[in-house]
């Protein structure tokens, strides 16, 4: 009965150590593809689809997945994932700018760009957690109307989800050395957290 009892606690920890292992597997990936920048949008969406379908589903092949969802992410998004890295860049200057402009100006800006950059965070988790949640025959019209429905139905978890963004970012300012770690991952978990109950009931676990 001991016996039995260490076998069955080495064998949950071995799954463990391999869903951890899938997981960096998927973070790497995700720089790799993502060094470009303007394939940064499809590149989380493929971390996103495939952290479902290898971690939680527990399908083989965590590269092959990876790299199928990319493709499927870049005939629905890849275009207009090309304008968020532009619009980050532009944001980051912008608030850098009017830190530095004194007087009230600055302030009226900054009062103005923030809650923008808030609402363009809320827009993307939402976009990963209706691709995360969303099968393969969707359309780009299709996910980008089920990430508009997340943004009106789940509003305050949506707001909770970027305000935890916010503070992760706000850490890679301080710990720069977090970003491999955390700059796929991060993300796709929050957006995971506004669509597991559905993604649960989609594959038949009770939560």
């Given amino acids: 009965m001991e016996q039995h009892k260490r076998r069955s606690r080495g064998a949950a920890v071995m799954a463990g150590f391999e869903v951890v292992g899938d997981v960096l597997l998927l973070q790497i990936l995700f720089l790799l593809v993502s060094l470009p920048l303007l394939t940064l949008v499809p590149a989380a969406i493929a971390l996103q689809r495939a952290l479902r379908k290898t971690v939680i589903e527990d ?7 990876f790299f199928s969802e990319f493709r499927w992410a870049w005939t629905r998004v890849g275009v207009l994932g090309i ?15 009017w830190l530095a402009s004194p007087g009230g100006v600055g302030i009226v800006a ?13 827009g993307y988790v939402a976009l990963l957690a209706a691709a995360m949640a969303a099968d393969e025959t969707i359309t780009r019209r299709g996910l980008l109307e089920n990430a508009r429905t997340l943004v009106f139905t789940r509003a305050l ?3 909770g989800t970027v305000i935890a963004l916010c503070t992760w970012l706000l850490l890679t300012f301080r710990l720069p050395t977090v970003i491999p770690i955390g700059s796929g991952l991060v993300p796709a978990f929050l957006a995971w957290l506004l669509v597991r109950k559905q993604i649960a009931a989609h594959n038949g676990i009770s939560r």
């Fill in 157 to 159: 978890p949506l707001a």
């Fill in 83 to 97: 304008s968020v890295p532009v619009f980050m860049a532009a944001a980051v200057f912008s608030i850098l700018f």
């Fill in 59 to 65: 399908r083989p092949g965590v590269t092959r997945v």
């Fill in 110 to 122: 900054l009062c103005v760009i923030i809650p923008l950059c808030g609402a363009v965070a809320a």
